[in-house]
């Protein structure tokens, strides 16, 4: 009997990895591949929240990869991805966020598109197979798009996330305003986190020009709650960047209300960030005004500010 191909998406998975690994294990399966949805890490409130809301069961925790087949979705960067992963057969990708480092031995579908959301293509992917999405389906795939577009609200939100949106709405019988401020409320649940949990809830690691950077983000709707405890953040992000050696560890605290973010720092690169990101830091502090992508608003900026900082 062979071995199942496993469906992951990225470290410290978030709404839109858990829902595209088990809407894409779905649609293979109903091609009659041997796929399983798995998971990294634990779910956040916002994630278990949706699992719960559709009836299905949580992905199964995959701690290694190494020897397995496996197909990535919603990241493509070694850094973000399960452990083991060099050592596994990577048999496809789908993903919305920038080219990162994966290579293959052979060619594979790898499909990366500039939308707001992985589950966006996979509702494209759905039509591509002649496949109905069934109503469990169309819920993960509504709450992936929501989730990671801030209910359209991103500015990496597209006219295909749009009206993805509103179709898989319609299929699951939800005004998808109202069932995305129940997304937004349970995203906010982090005061319940010790300092640990709330900086690395939403965390990735990025390389850039060789120098490795962590950036977290907090989404809410009362940044005082993490803002309040501004202090114990900071010693813990000093922690978690001592730990891992990043040259910087960026954490946004981002108002979903108020559209804005407020950037706390780490680690001794801050002068790049202040460069890049055009503003500077006061007591380890910066306002962002309209900033709410790490994707589109942060992570490209600091990629052009250290590379240019080591030339």
Same mark, same amino acid.
């Given at each position: 009997?062979?071995?199942?191909i496993?469906?992951?998406?990225?470290?410290?998975p978030d709404? !839109?990895?858990?829902?595209s690994?088990?809407?894409?294990?779905?649609l293979?399966? +109903?091609?009659?591949?041997? %796929?399983? /949805?798995? *998971?990294?890490?634990?779910?956040?409130?916002?994630?278990?929240?949706?699992?719960d *809301?559709w $009836?299905?069961?949580? /992905?199964?925790? &995959?701690d290694d990869a190494a020897?397995?087949?496996?197909?990535?979705?919603?990241?493509?960067?070694?850094?973000?991805?399960?452990?083991?992963?060099?050592?596994? @057969?990577?048999?496809?990708?789908?993903d919305?966020?920038?080219?990162?480092?994966i290579?293959?031995? #052979?060619?594979?579908?790898?499909?990366?598109? /500039?939308? $707001?959301s992985?589950?966006?293509i996979?509702t494209?992917?759905?039509?591509d197979?002649? @496949?109905t999405?069934?109503?469990?389906?169309?819920?993960l =795939?509504?709450?992936?798009i929501?989730s990671d577009t801030?209910? =359209?609200?991103?500015?990496?939100?597209?006219?295909?996330?749009?009206?993805?949106a509103?179709? &898989?709405?319609?299929?699951? !019988?939800v005004?998808?305003?109202?069932?995305?401020?129940? &997304?937004?409320?349970q995203?906010?649940?982090?005061? #319940?986190?010790?300092?640990r949990?709330?900086v690395?809830?939403?965390?990735?690691?990025?390389?850039?020009d060789g120098?490795q %950077?962590g950036?977290g983000?907090? #989404?809410?709707? +009362?940044?005082?709650?993490?803002?309040?405890?501004?202090?114990?953040?900071? @010693?813990?992000?000093?922690?978690?960047a001592? @730990?891992?050696?990043?040259a910087?560890? &960026?954490?946004?605290v981002t108002? =979903?209300?108020e559209?804005?973010?407020t950037?706390?720092?780490?680690?001794p690169e801050?002068? /790049?960030?202040?460069?890049?990101l055009?503003?500077?830091?006061?007591?380890?502090?910066?306002?962002?005004?309209?900033?709410m992508s790490?994707?589109?608003?942060?992570?490209?900026l600091?990629e052009?500010a250290?590379?240019?900082?080591?030339?």
């Open positions: 009997m062979s071995e199942p496993y469906v992951i998406g990225h470290q410290q709404t !839109d990895t858990i829902c690994a088990l809407a894409y294990a779905r293979k399966r +109903e091609q009659g591949a041997d %796929v399983v /949805p798995a *998971r990294t890490g634990a779910l956040n409130p916002e994630t278990q929240f949706v699992v *809301r $009836g299905v069961e949580i /992905p199964v925790l &995959l020897g397995e087949q496996v197909i990535l979705v919603d990241h493509n960067e070694y850094s973000q991805t399960v452990t083991g992963a060099e050592n596994a @057969e990577i048999v496809e990708i789908i919305h966020h920038r080219i990162g480092d290579e293959t031995s #052979e060619p594979i579908l790898f499909r990366n598109e /500039p939308v $707001g992985t589950a966006t996979l494209q992917l759905f039509d197979a002649n @496949e999405i069934p109503t469990q389906t169309a819920g =795939l509504l709450s992936g929501l801030v209910v =359209l609200r991103s500015p990496t939100t597209t006219e295909r996330d749009r009206a993805a509103t179709r &898989l709405a319609d299929i699951v !019988d005004d998808y305003e109202a069932y995305g401020k129940e &997304l937004l409320t995203k906010s649940k982090v005061g #319940e986190k010790s300092p949990e709330m690395l809830s939403d965390f990735k690691e990025f390389d850039f120098q %950077v950036i983000q907090i #989404e809410t709707v +009362e940044p005082s709650v993490v803002l309040d405890q501004q202090d114990a953040v900071l @010693e813990t992000m000093d922690d978690v001592t @730990e891992r050696d990043y910087v560890f &960026l954490l946004l108002d =979903l209300l559209e804005d973010s950037a706390l720092v780490a680690g801050v002068e /790049p960030v202040e460069k890049g055009d503003t500077t830091f006061t007591d380890r502090e910066a306002f962002l005004p309209g900033v790490r994707k589109k608003q942060v992570v490209p600091l052009d250290f590379g240019a900082n080591s030339a």
